[in-house]
């Protein structure tokens, strides 16, 4: 199955001479998503991860059954605010601002080895964020994991010597 027949380009989205790429289609397709999961799931069949931390929002649609494939459990990467627990926190620069992304302070473990997963790998700042709260609490990042990446954007740049693996990209 070509999953690039299930990604709608939509041209000038969210601002002008921008060409979003639309996961709507895959996800509307059971056969597409069923192929994106395997695909996504692949290259950590033979070393699984014990965890996989889960980057909101659309990175939870792929790492619940990624984790069902890998038979690890998910921890949640959230906005502030969202979590119901005690959480840590690391803060990130935009292009424009700052950001913050909280995970439950109990959530991994010192040495839990972890995949980070999200549906787009595009700039890296949300990823790496991800990371430095995956080792602040101790666990050890074995790489990321996406539906989608876009290497004209040089997202794994920001992710130093982090393996990254990709179903699609452009």
Same mark, same amino acid.
């Given at each position: 199955?070509?999953?690039?027949?299930?990604?709608?380009?939509?041209?000038?989205?969210?601002?002008?001479?921008?060409?979003?790429?639309?996961?709507?289609?895959?996800?509307?397709?059971?056969?597409?998503?069923?192929?994106?999961?395997?695909?996504?799931?692949?290259?950590?069949?033979?070393?699984?991860?014990? &965890?996989? %931390? $889960?980057?909101? #929002?659309?990175?939870?649609?792929? @790492?619940?059954?990624?984790?069902? !494939? =890998?038979?690890?459990?998910?921890?949640?990467?959230?906005?502030?605010?969202?979590?119901?627990?005690?959480?840590?926190?690391?803060?990130?620069?935009?292009?424009?601002?700052?950001?913050?992304?909280?995970?439950?302070?109990?959530?991994?473990?010192?040495?839990?080895?972890?995949?980070?997963?999200?549906?787009?790998?595009?700039?890296?700042?949300?990823?790496?964020?991800? &990371?430095? %709260? $995956?080792?602040? #609490?101790?666990?050890?990042?074995? @790489?990321?994991?996406?539906?989608? !990446? =876009?290497?004209?954007?040089?997202?794994?740049?920001?992710?130093?010597?982090?393996?990254?693996?990709?179903?699609?990209?452009?």
């Amino acid at each position: 199955m070509n999953l690039f027949d299930h990604i709608r380009d939509v041209p000038d989205f969210p601002k002008p001479g921008i060409v979003f790429k639309d996961i709507s289609p895959l996800l509307a397709s059971r056969e597409a998503t069923q192929e994106a999961i395997r695909a996504m799931a692949e290259p950590y069949r033979a070393d699984p991860p014990e &965890a996989i %931390l $889960a980057v909101e #929002a659309r990175g939870f649609l792929f @790492a619940v059954p990624m984790a069902q !494939e =890998l038979g690890c459990g998910v921890v949640l990467v959230r906005k502030p605010g969202k979590l119901p627990a005690a959480t840590t926190a690391v803060e990130y620069a935009l292009e424009y601002g700052n950001d913050m992304l909280e995970m439950h302070a109990d959530a991994l473990t010192k040495g839990q080895k972890v995949l980070i997963v999200d549906d787009v790998l595009a700039t890296g700042g949300t990823v790496a964020a991800c &990371a430095d %709260l $995956a080792r602040q #609490a101790g666990a050890e990042v074995t @790489a990321a994991a996406f539906l989608v !990446e =876009l290497t004209f954007l040089n997202g794994r740049s920001k992710l130093g010597n982090l393996p990254v693996s990709a179903a699609i990209t452009y």
